[in-house]
T-cell receptor
Framework: GAVVSQHPSWVICKSGTSVKIECRSL??????MFWYRQFPKQSLMLMAT?????????EQGVEKDKFLINHASLTLSTLTVTSAHPEDSSFYIC??????????FGPGTRLTVL | GENVEQHPSTLSVQEGDSAVIKCTYS??????FPWYKQELGKRPQLIID?????GEKKDQRIAVTLNKTAKHFSLHITETQPEDSAVYFC??????????FGKGTTLSVSS
């Protein structure tokens, strides 16, 4: 199957700082990808849909100025959490859309904001 | 938009018993219904999926059924084993769109 990587796998930062998460598809190219976050003991919630070369579409309640998404190539997308606060602590997962329906998941990034 | 409801939230079974998890969806345009198993701290793993032109699909001990009219689909695990213990998520989507997940079911299989 297709391989998706995320970096870093975990990060601890101080409140008010910014954190960048990279999501790469290693052996395929995809135009569309998605960012999800998962709070402890909860489900995956869609944050945004991103198409290469276009501005991301954010879900209701997700601040686009706080969660900056850059999708400049078919194999790399980044999510920057700006001015992070403890309530942003979560598990962030990217997925790439391959074909019509199938999505390949990155391994996730555990963000802890102190 | 799509909304997916999943039940039960927790399920405890004895090893060897069957487990059934049910989901309903709201958007009749959804046509792809995957099921994921997630272990603590890891990404969800696709275990089985079904498309809207199929009513049932089976893969060894795992099966999924889909009722398009009623907009519900179910995961069936037979002969459960302790290693089946995990959180299971159903999801619904249509071509080119994001997965919308149910809230998850924590399955515990005791030996």
């Amino acid at each position: 199957g297709a391989v998706v990587s995320q970096h870093p796998s975990w990060v601890i930062c101080k409140s008010g700082t910014s954190v960048k998460i990279e999501c790469r598809s290693l052996d395929f190219q995809a135009t569309t990808m998605f960012w999800y976050r998962q709070f402890p003991k909860q489900s995956l919630m869609l944050m945004a849909t991103s198409n290469e070369g276009s501005k991301a579409t954010y879900e209701q309640g997700v601040e686009k100025d706080k969660f900056l998404i850059n999708h400049a190539s078919l194999t790399l997308s980044t999510l920057t959490v700006t001015s992070a606060h403890p309530e942003d602590s979560s598990f962030y997962i990217c997925t790439y859309l391959a074909g019509v329906n199938e999505q390949f998941f990155g391994p996730g990034t555990r963000l802890t904001v102190l | 938009g799509e909304n997916v409801e999943q039940h039960p939230s927790t399920l405890s079974v004895q090893e060897g018993d069957s487990a059934v998890i049910k989901c309903t969806y709201s958007d009749s345009a959804s046509n792809y219904f995957p099921w994921y198993k997630q272990e603590l701290g890891k990404r969800p793993q696709l275990i089985i999926d079904i498309r809207s032109n199929v009513g049932e699909k089976k893969d060894q001990r795992i099966a999924v059924t889909l009722n398009k009219t009623a907009k519900h689909f179910s995961l069936h695990i037979t002969e459960t084993q302790p290693e089946d213990s995990a959180v299971y998520f159903c999801a619904a989507t249509q071509a080119g769109t994001a997965l919308i997940f149910g809230k998850g079911t924590t399955l515990s299989v005791s030996s």
